[in-house]
Structures are given as C-alpha cells and as structure tokens.
C-alpha cells in the first residue's frame, strides 16, 4: 500500500512539474513580420560564438570565444535598414587547451595585449529568404579592418516568462581569412579560413 501511494505521489509531483514548464514555455511566433521592433540587446547568458578551423587537412577544430556584447536594431517591415553592433573580447578564446590559448595571445597571433577586442559593424543588409539576410560590414581584428559578410537567420521571438523581456532566437554564419588579419603562420598546416557560427537570443530593450 505504501508503495502505491509513494508511486501515485510521484506521478503527481511529476504531472504537476510538467505543468509548470509548459506554462513558463512561451509561445514562438517564427514568422519574421510578427517579431517586435526595436532596439535589442544579446543575452550573454544564452549565446555563444564558435570558430573552426582546420588542422593538417585532417580534422576541423573547434574553439570559441567566452567573451562577447553585440546590439541589433531592426524594423521587420524594413530589414534593409537594420543595424548590428557586436564587439569580442580576445582574452576570452576558450579552445579547452590553456597552453595554446596562452599562445594564441602573443603578436605572432592575436596580438591581444594591443588590440584586446575585435569588433564587426554592418553597413548594409540583403534579403536572402523570409527570415534570413546578408549582415555585411567590416570586421575589424589585430587592428586591420576587412568587409565580411554574414549570413543571419531569425529563429522567432516570444515574451520569456522567466525574464519578463521580449526575446528574439538569432543565428548567423561567415568566413574569413586569417591572413587578411597579418596571421599566416603555420599556413596550410593550420588552416587559413576560419568559419565563425554565432547563437543568440536577444532581449528588447525599447521600441522604434
């Protein structure tokens, strides 16, 4: 009998978390003219930005940065004139290697004592599909500045319950080339394009 309650207690407990995450779970509008408008803010807490690049034409490593701010401003009725903001911080590089991250901050590299952030800011924005646009701007790191383009796709945006802000789901892709940047050592047994991949959600912090 014992364990017949203790079991009917527990499929109650159980019912009754459920019900709970389903509450908080916000409803997702995915379709970009349904977002809200404004000024938006990363989560830092729920982003991350990830490099991969390859390694003796072998493998692809992975490594990301811990370390980063960016600041998007759209109008989903007019995406051409929408703007991205983001700087990163270079002291934050997380390759799960201390040794080598120690390395990666000398001028031979990243040179970070000297220039400790790199930063993008986009100048134009093309429609690719319904929720997806070209970002393009000039990424600038080590202290040379390049155009660089990146792909952006808006997952939807719904109230979170939990921070009682409106948020936005965001990913966007692009490539560079170390070399552009004065990094060209150990090309190609290091590979000399680097794939950057960003995910984040957004808080909005005022509206247009």
């Known amino acids: ?100 991250a120690e390395t990666l901050q000398n001028d031979t590299w990243f040179n970070s004592e000297r220039f400790a952030q790199a930063s993008f800011t986009s100048n134009t924005v093309t429609v690719i599909s319904d929720n997806s646009f070209n970002f393009s701007g000039d990424l600038t790191l080590r202290g040379v500045t390049k155009p660089v383009t990146f792909k952006a796709t808006f997952h939807g945006g719904a109230d979170n319950w939990i921070t009682g802000k409106y948020t936005i789901g965001f990913s966007a892709v692009g490539q560079i080339k170390r070399s552009d940047f004065g990094m060209d050592s150990y090309i190609p047994i290091v590979g000399d394009q680097i794939d950057l991949e960003v995910y984040a959600e957004f808080i909005n912090v005022g509206k247009q």
């Open 1 to 100: 009998m014992r364990t017949f309650i203790h079991s009917v207690s527990v499929m109650c407990a159980a019912l009754l978390l459920t019900s709970c995450v389903s509450w908080i779970a916000p409803t997702v509008k995915s379709e970009l003219i349904a977002l809200q408008a404004g000024e938006y803010q990363l989560d830092s807490e729920h982003a991350a930005l990830i490099f991969k690049i390859q390694h003796l034409g072998l493998s692809t490593y992975v490594g990301r940065f811990n370390k980063f701010d960016a600041q998007l401003n759209f109008d989903p009725n007019n995406m051409t004139a929408a703007s991205l903001n983001a700087v990163v911080d270079i002291s934050s590089i997380d390759i799960n290697n201390a040794d080598l």
